[in-house]
């Protein structure tokens, strides 16, 4: 019997991919192939790419609010373990979904209207269909960092300042599962990440900071749950940071997820970033390298 914290180590039959936005989903696709497990595919319209066609063997598309219909297609292809990957957007989950009786049902249960509520509440249907929901991250291990300056140059001592201040308040809001971003110019705090997404975030902060240099803090939520909704930067975010004059990157080492990882960090030093990983326990107990302020307007 396969163990819980090794699902990878199982049959390689059995398999299926709950599939979102973005690239998530083929990267665990490639992740599990080369392990000689083929998924079959339940792909989101609302969310998942065409794209899905050209790589999944096994492909069956679903709206967002038709759970029975993707249950009853797990079955059908006799999954009995199963990775989310890839965002379905909050505002969707909550304003444009048309949910069938079974995800009424469940909607009309939770005490709490958040997304948290909502895909752990899918999960422990799913696991009393004889479904189980494994770490998304199984397939992707490479792609999680441990903890350290990932990049050529580390955050200096306004930036560490900036990051040890971030990390308090990003833990904060992420406990109350408002978002998992804060953008600092200063030691202070110039946006927080609701429904819109940390790139947006980002591009919000470069239009209050007035050409301040920022600092992006991206965390886990207090027990991560690894299933879903993982921590994850790609090379779109460093985009936007060198196109909003961000010039460090904090992330929780062991909790997030650097999409395409060696061109991501090659781009983040051909920008001259700082990107550092930092143990998820720590709550904000970064130290600021020697000689820098934590009050706002002397770090720098």
């Known amino acids: ?31 599990a192939r080369s392990q000689g497990i083929e998924m079959a595919v339940i792909a989101i319209k609302e ?12 492909l069956h598309w679903v709206s967002l609010g038709e759970l029975s219909k993707a ?67 199984a397939f992707l291990k490479p792609l999680v960092p441990e903890p350290g300056v990932l990049t050529r140059r580390a955050p200096d001592a306004r930036e560490a300042a900036d990051i040890a201040y971030g990390l308090s308040v990003a833990r904060q809001i992420a406990a109350m599962d408002i978002g998992q971003t804060v953008v600092v110019a200063d030691c202070a705090c110039v946006a927080v990440e ?41 090379l779109p975010t460093i985009q936007q940071m060198r196109q909003s004059g961000a010039t460090a990157l904090a992330v929780d080492a062991h909790k997030t997820l650097l999409f395409d990882r060696s061109q991501l960090i090659a781009a983040a030093d051909a920008a001259g970033l700082a990107i550092q990983a930092v143990p998820p326990a720590a709550s904000g107990e970064l130290k600021p390298a020697s000689g820098a302020s934590t009050k706002m307007g002397e770090a720098r």
Do not use: Y
């Open 1 to 31: 019997m396969t163990s819980p914290s090794n699902p990878v180590a199982s049959a390689a039959s059995g398999w299926g991919l709950i599939a979102g936005n973005g690239r998530f989903p083929f990267l665990v696709l490639e992740g």
């Open 47 to 58: 969310e998942a790419s065409p794209e899905l066609a050209t790589v999944a063997r096994r």
């Open 194 to 234: 609701a429904m819109e997404g940390t790139d947006e975030t980002i591009a919000r902060a470069a239009r209050l900071a007035s050409g301040k240099p920022l600092v992006v803090v991206k965390v886990s939520k207090p027990g991560q749950d690894m299933r879903f909704d993982v921590p994850v930067i790609g």
């Open 71 to 137: 249950i009853e297609l797990l079955h059908q292809e006799g999954v009995k373990q199963a990775v989310m990957a890839g965002q379905v957007k909050h505002n969707k989950i909550f304003s444009a979904i048309r949910p069938d009786w079974r995800l009424a049902k469940l909607l009309f249960s939770l005490p709490r209207k958040n997304t948290d509520a909502l895909i752990g509440a899918v999960a422990r249907v799913l696991e009393d269909e004889g479904i189980r929901l494994v770490d998304s991250t």
